[in-house]
């Protein structure tokens, strides 16, 4: 019986709108995820440039052709004008004394430019003081300062970062989407009576669980996809080493969010089933999107300081550690023992929130007019329900 609703929950809500569209945000967010990673790890080909000579400009054709490691130069002498800058045919005018560009000017171009009669300039006037090439490179000799950083160079920092957020705004945002939609299913069919006639045929604990199973199959598929695309961003970065602990993030993401909705999921439903009136849900959810609000900003907040101890502790707690196990994983490289002493926690907690949370649907599921307020499920905590 828990199959026959969880298949109905899947194929009412596969076939929805919000559902589409959010598959098709998330088809999008893993193609950005894709080209962020293939950006982080650098692009080997120059950027071609077209730079016009005119006047006394024209002699400093030869030095300006040679390009530098990043630019290849294309000098335009025959046609070099404004109109061929308004035409877009050459990217900038020089004149010897003035560079002329058609909106804004280009800092990388006009930095290589810049850069490179300065240089010319500077070997004639070392000329002409008579200063030997050996000279002039002992005066500008620059100081040899190794440099090291603890969590590896600048360009792993951007993969643990893109890592890191991915996965935690993912799981901060599915769990809440997807715990919305439970809790307000549970509305519907509490306020439209169709629970009544669902209960005549199976239990609530049978139909708490058919409903959390059929979402979250949808919800796994949907975190699947930009798992999927967090390993595709990951192997698209080249020229940099990818450190483990990246690696071990995408399927610890998965780990946890299936936990992590197994808990969120119960809570949602439990709340849902409180009130009669879809005009009271958004208090109503209080309770359970003030704590994944919080993990997800102690990670937004810890970006720069990963190991900070709201961070350590709220990984091991299981409000957070849905979102902030995968973070801190990400930037820390975390052992196994802490890996899987939260994962532990997490998936006890899921338990026993999932036990409380039937209790919860069982007692509220057929009281309709006020919401049963917590205090009401305190004083008949012992009282006998469905």
Request: zero cysteines; aromatic letters at 8%; a negative charge.
């Amino acid at each position: 019986m828990i199959w026959v609703i969880a298949r109905r929950e899947v194929v009412t809500r596969a076939r929805s709108k919000p559902f589409m569209i959010l598959t098709g945000l998330l088809f999008v967010g893993v193609i950005a995820v894709a080209i962020l990673a293939n950006v982080l790890g650098g692009d080997d080909d120059k950027r071609e440039i077209s730079i016009g000579l005119a006047g006394t400009g024209v002699d400093a054709g030869e030095l300006l052709a040679a390009g530098s490691p990043t630019l290849d130069v294309e000098i335009v002498r025959q046609g070099a004008s404004v109109d061929a800058l308004e035409d877009g045919e050459i990217d900038v005018l020089f004149d010897g004394s003035t560079l002329t560009w058609q909106d804004f000017a280009d800092p990388q171009i006009d930095s290589f430019i810049r850069d490179t009669l300065s240089a010319a300039q500077f070997e004639r006037r070392a000329g002409e003081l008579d200063l030997a090439p050996a000279d002039i490179q002992r005066l500008f000799e620059p100081v040899d300062i190794a440099q090291e950083t603890l969590a590896g160079d600048d360009s792993q920092f951007g993969v643990r970062f893109v890592a890191a957020g991915a996965s935690g705004l993912a799981t901060f945002m599915l769990l809440q989407i997807w715990g919305a939609f439970l809790m307000m299913g549970v509305i519907e069919e509490k306020s439209s009576k169709v629970v009544e006639i669902l209960l005549s045929h199976v239990r609530p604990r049978t139909l708490l669980a058919g409903k959390v199973l059929g979402l979250g199959l949808l919800a796994v598929g949907q975190m699947l996809i930009l798992v999927g695309g967090l390993v595709v961003g990951l192997l698209l970065v080249r020229d940099i080493e990818i450190p483990s602990g990246v690696w071990t993030t995408a399927p610890l993401s998965l780990a946890t969010f299936v936990l992590g909705f197994a808990f969120y999921s119960s809570m949602f439903a439990a709340v849902g089933s409180t009130v009669s009136r879809q005009e009271d849900a958004n208090s109503a959810q209080i309770p359970a999107m003030l704590p994944l609000i919080a993990g997800y900003m102690i990670a937004a907040f810890s970006i720069e300081n990963p190991d900070n101890p709201a961070v350590v502790i709220g990984s091991f707690v299981p409000f957070s550690a849905p979102v902030l196990l995968p973070f801190r994983n990400a930037f820390a490289d975390l052992a196994l023992w802490e890996v899987a002493l939260s994962l532990a926690i997490l998936s006890l907690s899921s338990v026993v929130m999932i036990r409380l949370a039937g209790w919860i649907y069982r007692y509220s599921l057929l009281r309709t007019g006020a919401r049963t307020t917590y205090a009401d499920l305190w004083r008949n905590r012992n009282a006998d329900v469905l």
